[in-house]
């Protein structure tokens, strides 16, 4: 088998809110626009994978936790309802979905020969997270290709955020030399907001954008802070006071998403492309890709 890569890495975001304003035929609510600088910012990044041409996408995603190990899915396609227990009546979205199984397992073996306990989803009606379907939707709506779906284990709530960052280091690693060994272009998605306070009434019309704002300063100049080091390569600065943002920001980051985005693409030290940041009920999303064979500012 030829060398495969991991062709880019996104950070994701997957507030429900998003693909709502959307309107895609999968989604049983309707809405009249919305978190239109977020949306524009995945248009953009869209267009910058589907360039890629790719050959699967890799997601890892808070809403998949596993506390002990992590699973893995062994089934060629999965069918069913997503629907957000938050946001309900923003998202009740129909998805089918095509995994890539052999990429699956392979990731799986490399992790399990970590020490890591593994487990493998045989159950046909296993309900896919929606943090994955969302931020897959809002990267490929048409679901041409292929994906691979990783579950985020609990460490950095059981234990802490270092060990939280071991183990996703663990995984990052098993991710890229799976991927190499495979032969394929991947796209690697961190699911994941960035800080995650957010307000706990929502307007009458859910995209009043008249209501949307930061839920405070503090979390702003953090996620600031965050995408000023992503966007000057500084990612291993920013691993090291990853710990310090989850918890000033009572960020999203802590589950180990964009941990193990990180660590998969070897701790990026070029810069990153933000296309877009922007508001959800309070919360920090950010639209950030590093794509090594095209520089920010190159296109
Ligand atoms: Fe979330």
Same mark, same amino acid.
């Given at each position: 088998?030829?060398?495969?890569?991991?062709?880019?890495?996104?950070?994701?975001?997957?507030?429900?809110?998003?693909?709502?304003?959307?309107?895609?035929?999968?989604?049983?609510?309707?809405?009249?626009?919305?978190?239109?600088?977020?949306?524009?910012?995945?248009?953009?990044?869209?267009?910058?994978?589907?360039?890629?041409?790719?050959?699967?996408?890799?997601?890892?995603?808070?809403?998949?936790?596993?506390?002990?190990?992590?699973?893995?899915?062994?089934?060629?396609?999965?069918?069913?309802?997503?629907?957000?227990?938050?946001?309900?009546?923003?998202?009740?979205?129909?998805?089918?979905?095509?995994?890539?199984?052999?990429?699956?397992?392979?990731?799986?073996?490399?992790?399990?020969?970590?020490?890591?306990?593994?487990? $493998?989803?045989?159950? %046909?009606?296993?309900?896919?997270? !929606? &943090?994955?379907? @969302?931020?897959?939707?809002?990267?490929?709506?048409? =679901?041409?290709?292929?994906?691979?779906?990783?579950?985020?284990?609990?460490?950095?709530?059981?234990?802490?955020?270092?060990?939280?960052?071991?183990?996703?280091?663990?995984?990052?690693?098993?991710?890229?030399?799976?991927?190499?060994?495979?032969?394929?272009?991947?796209?690697?998605?961190?699911?994941?907001?960035?800080?995650?306070?957010?307000?706990?009434?929502?307007?009458?019309?859910?995209?009043?954008?008249?209501?949307?704002?930061?839920?405070?300063?503090?979390?702003?100049?953090?996620?600031?802070?965050?995408?000023?080091?992503?966007?000057?390569?500084?990612?291993?600065?920013?691993?090291?006071?990853?710990?310090?943002?989850?918890?000033?920001?009572?960020?999203?980051?802590?589950?180990?998403?964009?941990?193990?985005?990180?660590?998969?693409?070897? $701790?990026?030290?070029? %810069?990153?492309?933000?296309?877009? !940041? &922007?508001?959800? @009920?309070?919360?920090?999303?950010?639209?950030?890709? =590093?794509?090594?064979?095209?520089?920010?500012?190159?296109?």
């Amino acid at each position: 088998m030829g060398k495969g890569s991991i062709v880019a890495g996104v950070l994701a975001p997957h507030p429900p809110h998003l693909v709502y304003a959307d309107n895609p035929p999968q989604n049983e609510p309707r809405s009249e626009c919305g978190w239109e600088v977020l949306r524009w910012a995945y248009e953009r990044c869209r267009a910058s994978i589907r360039a890629l041409n790719p050959d699967v996408l890799l997601v890892h995603s808070p809403h998949w936790p596993s506390f002990i190990g992590h699973h893995f899915l062994g089934l060629p396609r999965f069918q069913g309802l997503s629907v957000d227990p938050v946001f309900p009546h923003l998202f009740r979205y129909r998805y089918d979905v095509k995994v890539d199984v052999e990429l699956s397992l392979q990731i799986r073996d490399r992790v399990a020969a970590q020490g890591q306990l593994t487990s $493998v989803v045989e159950n %046909p009606d296993f309900r896919l997270d !929606y &943090g994955s379907i @969302i931020c897959l939707h809002l990267i490929n709506p048409s =679901w041409d290709i292929p994906v691979v779906l990783i579950s985020a284990n609990q460490s950095a709530f059981y234990y802490s955020n270092e060990v939280g960052a071991d183990v996703a280091k663990i995984v990052g690693n098993a991710t890229r030399e799976a991927v190499e060994a495979s032969g394929k272009r991947a796209v690697l998605l961190a699911s994941s907001s960035l800080s995650h306070r957010h307000f706990v009434h929502e307007p009458e019309i859910p995209e009043d954008m008249s209501f949307e704002r930061i839920h405070h300063h503090g979390q702003y100049l953090w996620d600031m802070k965050v995408l000023d080091m992503m966007r000057k390569g500084q990612c291993r600065e920013l691993l090291d006071i990853m710990p310090e943002f989850n918890e000033m920001a009572t960020a999203e980051t802590k589950v180990g998403s964009l941990n193990w985005l990180l660590e998969a693409l070897g $701790v990026p030290d070029y %810069p990153a492309e933000v296309h877009g !940041y &922007g508001t959800v @009920i309070g919360t920090g999303n950010a639209v950030v890709e =590093w794509t090594a064979s095209k520089p920010r500012g190159a296109q």
